[in-house]
């Protein structure tokens, strides 16, 4: 069974051109699939409609076969909390500390009263302090999180994500702010979030290279469309070239150094 | 290349115009002015002589006569607490309404009526609400606490509610995206990161409030350490009392910066 489907998917701001047009795919259980394409391709506008963060224009999203399109407030807060978020600009609270940024992710599970107040249980707690020290953080955990460099605040974004115990995990671009060592500690973690917990995962990515080693499947976007769908392995550079049009031409280096290295 | 064209580097447009022609007109309205003050024959440096004396009785010869050193402290602390117990109420309603004007909390229509209201709340000055209240509550202090509490809210409501429009949204959208709703969002994201700035609002108003309560202790009959100062310049005409009410409300100002500073720096760290 699929956990997710896409069916038919199109967005559309305003009476601006479509953002997505009748994007359709499936996603298994466990797979690791990377969206890669050029900027303003559409990548985050699919990822927040999965969520449903912005509204769809139409078509359907299925999470095991059930539809998503319409549901009241309380189904959409339980569809929300089986789907982890991870962003770009990690999106914490600054303020507060790591601990409290990692148990923001239960707050969907919780009484409005509880969430408010920041009451959380013991269990919640415990899996927290876990998380924390399985991603390398446990020495932070009472830091602010604006003390925090870019690569640990991502790993408590990924550790908020994680708390809520998601069968899917859905990352926007989550290395673009990254040098590239702090960016393959990121890609490394979700590689093993992967395969340890068998959680799926969707992420966009900017960098064809590193959706190649990463990905189990790549999805290529281009204005609103799929133009390819396939194994790392079987890209070519022409299809490479028809994801990203006339950017493509720094792209096709870097692929070819890839093609070197492996 | 182009040594015959003039380079304009600030060309004519209707914005320079108007702030050149505005320049103009106050530098002759003050000639104006100047030249044709009625000085009722006062001689212009015997004039500044006096001035002279009155601030040297005002500022370095202050002691108390009709008063008690006890009493003018107790009515300082009448002034402090009208600023405070106004502002205070100015800052529960503000909370409330401001969370309510964020644009980035609350749908569009919402936010345009509240801050369209608390914008003509704000255009009439203070003193002008507390006149107002005096209609039904009678001049005094009842007065003065409805109307300065009004005139703080509208101004909080502003302040808190740009103060939160300010906050990061990706923040709301990771909270949202997590399944979190309106109410946890508002206690956990946006009030703890904008903590500093409601304060800062916060300790202004506070100050402004508190030079309010001494004018209002004269103009709406508040009591407090206006009073006295009212009383001491307009009825016992005594420059020197005056200067000590001056000395009291100084002091409590430099008290409260000293003490603002501190405890935002403490919230910072
Ligand atoms: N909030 C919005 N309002 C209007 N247009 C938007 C909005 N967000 C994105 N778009 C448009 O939708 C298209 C896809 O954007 P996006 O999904 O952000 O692309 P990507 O993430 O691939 O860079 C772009 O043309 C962008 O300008
Ligand atoms: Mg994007």
């Given at each position: 069974m699929p956990l997710l489907h896409i069916a038919k998917l199109s967005k559309r701001?305003?009476?601006?051109?479509?953002?997505?047009?009748?994007i359709d795919f499936t996603v298994a259980t466990g797979e690791f699939v990377a969206i890669i394409g050029?900027?303003?391709?559409g990548k985050s506008t699919l990822l927040r409609c999965i969520n449903h963060m912005i509204p769809m224009t139409s078509g359907d999203v299925l999470i095991a076969d059930a539809s998503t399109k319409s549901m009241n407030a309380t189904q959409l807060r339980a569809h929300r909390t089986q789907i982890g978020m991870i962003f770009q600009h990690y999106?914490?609270?600054?303020?507060?500390s790591v601990i409290e940024n990692v148990l923001h992710g239960r707050l969907g599970y919780k009484s409005t009263a509880a969430g408010v107040m920041g009451w959380y249980s013991n269990a919640e707690k415990q899996q927290a302090v876990e998380i924390l020290q399985n991603l390398g953080l446990s020495d932070h955990?009472?830091?602010?999180?604006?003390?925090?460099?870019g690569g640990q605040k991502q790993r408590v974004g990924i550790a908020r994500a994680l708390i809520q115990n998601p069968k899917l995990l859905l990352c926007d671009?989550?290395?673009?702010?990254?040098d590239p060592s702090a960016a393959k500690i990121i890609m490394d973690t979700l590689k093993d979030i992967n395969q340890r917990l068998g959680i799926t995962i969707i992420v966009n990515l900017h960098q064809v290279d590193v959706a190649m080693r990463y990905a189990q499947r790549i999805i290529g976007i281009n204005s609103g469309k799929i133009v390819c769908d396939a194994?790392?392995?079987?890209?070519?550079p022409d299809i490479i070239h028809e994801v990203y049009g006339s950017e493509a031409g720094e792209l096709i280096l870097d692929f070819g150094e890839q093609h070197a290295h492996a | 290349m182009q040594a015959n064209t003039t380079i304009i580097v600030r060309p004519w447009n209707a914005a320079t115009v108007i702030l050149r022609t505005t320049i103009m007109s106050l530098i002759i309205i003050t000639g104006y002015a100047f030249t044709t003050f009625?000085?009722?024959?006062?001689d212009f440096w015997a004039g500044v002589d006096m001035l002279g004396s009155n601030f040297s009785a005002l500022l370095l010869t202050p002691y108390l006569k009709n008063i008690t050193f006890d009493v003018m402290i107790r009515n300082l602390f009448i002034t402090i607490g009208l600023g405070f117990l106004t502002t205070i109420f100015g800052a529960a309603i503000a909370l409330g309404l401001a969370l309510l004007a964020a644009q980035n909390l609350a749908p569009r229509w919402l936010t345009v009526i509240i801050k369209g209201l608390t914008a003509f709340v704000r255009a009439v000055p203070t003193v002008l609400w507390v006149l107002i209240f005096a209609v039904s509550a009678g001049l005094g202090s009842v007065a003065a606490v409805l109307g300065m509490t009004f005139h703080s809210a509208g101004y909080l409501i502003k302040a808190y509610a740009e103060s939160f429009e300010e906050i990061d949204n990706g923040t709301i959208e990771a909270l949202k995206a997590s399944g979190a709703n309106w109410w946890q969002i508002v206690f956990q994201a946006v009030l703890p990161s904008s903590a500093t700035a409601l304060l800062s609002w916060t300790f202004l108003r506070f100050e402004i409030n508190f030079s309010t309560a001494i004018a209002m202790g004269a103009?709406?009959?508040?009591?407090g350490i206006g009073y006295d100062m009212f009383m001491a310049s307009?009825?016992?005409?005594?420059l020197h009392e005056m200067g000590a009410f001056t000395y009291a409300v100084l002091a409590f100002a430099v008290v409260l910066e000293a003490g603002a500073t501190r405890y935002k720096a403490s919230l910072r760290k």
């Open positions: 701001y305003g009476t601006d051109k479509y953002a997505l047009d009748s050029p900027s303003g391709a999106n914490l609270v600054n303020r507060l955990m009472y830091k602010r999180c604006d003390q925090l460099s671009e989550p290395i673009a702010s990254l194994a790392p392995h079987s890209l070519t | 009625n000085t009722r024959d006062v103009a709406a009959g508040a009591g307009g009825f016992y005409l005594n």
